[in-house]
């Protein structure tokens, strides 16, 4: 991956990001209800600048990414991995999001610049989706083949329509809070996000409360971006339904793509696409990874050495 330099070669300006990029996981409740905090303000910043992106589309795109690093909490061998996949006939058109076991989130939208027709489609982000449907795809270690799950798109947010697909594919009441908040020059100073979902045994009480609570965070990315950290909301806003921590762990804007393995990608096109390229260029060859919109440049004798 080739990751733009947001920091201006600041490195400690950089570790400082890094150290609050996390994950936390705890439960409340009693045990019935488990749930996920994460800070992603680095993660969000990083994305926006490697796939050069807007206001609209960095809000968009970093929902997604958010409710991805949210997801991976639960996955536990490291070659698990999770998928978001939109697919909708609004202006957005739609996206693809991944994390996985280690915390590392990549994806794309699937159209560089979202076009409104007017100002106020701005303020309804459902509008940017249309109709649609929302597929969740787990690649398990241990899983004989990925399981997937679709819903249609019913809410045109990604945390309803996500908290639609768990009740409606897995039975499991859950619930979401997606923030990335922007300051008056349209710069990203806060994102992070909440996930909660029932365990069996949950009280409907308890369930009930905690959505109230959840849904009355009205800026997380806000808190954020002022100083507060994970543990303290959570422990501030939920505190009577004590929750516990039980872990943390990091979370980054990451993607495992490299020269070499596009390398791979270029020896294994058909004879005639390769002799069209030799021929025609032009050069230096661009392959671009759609994941984290990284560039890889090839010179002619890069790929002549291909072809042997």
């Not at 589309?57 to 070659?79: F, H, M, P, R, W």
């Not at 908290?163 to 990335?180: C, D, H, R």
């Not at 759609?290 to 440049?297: F, K, M």
Request: glycine residues 6%; hydrophobic residues 35%.
């Amino acid at each position: 991956m080739i990751k733009k330099d947001i920091f201006n070669k600041n490195v400690k300006a950089q570790f400082q990001a890094s150290a609050k990029d996390r994950i936390y996981r705890f439960i409340m409740a009693d045990g019935t209800i488990r749930g996920a905090v994460v800070h992603t303000t680095r993660m969000v910043n990083e994305m926006r600048a490697n796939h050069n992106l807007g206001p609209l589309e960095t809000l968009v795109l970093g929902q997604a990414y958010i409710a991805a690093s949210l997801l991976c909490a639960s996955l536990k061998d490291k070659n698990d991995r999770i998928s978001i996949h939109i697919q909708c006939s609004g202006p957005m058109k739609g996206l693809d999001v991944e994390s996985n076991s280690f915390g590392e989130v990549r994806g794309y939208l699937k159209t560089k610049s979202i076009q409104v027709t007017s100002p106020e489609q701005i303020n309804y982000l459902s509008t940017l989706f249309g109709a649609g449907f929302l597929t969740v795809t787990k690649y398990l270690e241990n899983a004989p083949t990925p399981y997937s799950g679709q819903v249609a798109l019913e809410h045109g947010s990604i945390a309803e329509d996500l908290a639609n697909y768990f009740l409606v594919s897995e039975q499991i009441p859950t619930g979401f809070k997606l923030s990335v908040y922007f300051d008056d020059q349209e710069r990203v100073k806060g994102a992070g996000g909440i996930f909660l979902q029932a365990l069996p045994g949950a009280d409907a009480s308890h369930l009930a409360e905690a959505e109230k609570k959840i849904q009355r965070i009205n800026s997380l990315g806000e808190l954020f971006a002022k100083g507060e950290s994970p543990e303290e909301i959570i422990r501030k806003e939920f505190s009577s339904l004590a929750p516990q921590f039980l872990s943390s762990s990091r979370v980054e804007f990451f993607c495992r793509c490299s020269k070499e393995r596009m390398e791979g990608y270029l020896k294994n096109l058909s004879k005639t696409e390769k002799k069209d390229m030799m021929a025609n260029g032009p050069f230096p060859v661009v392959v671009n990874c759609h994941h984290c919109n990284s560039v890889y440049h090839f010179s002619k004798d890069e790929l002549a050495m291909l072809e042997q």
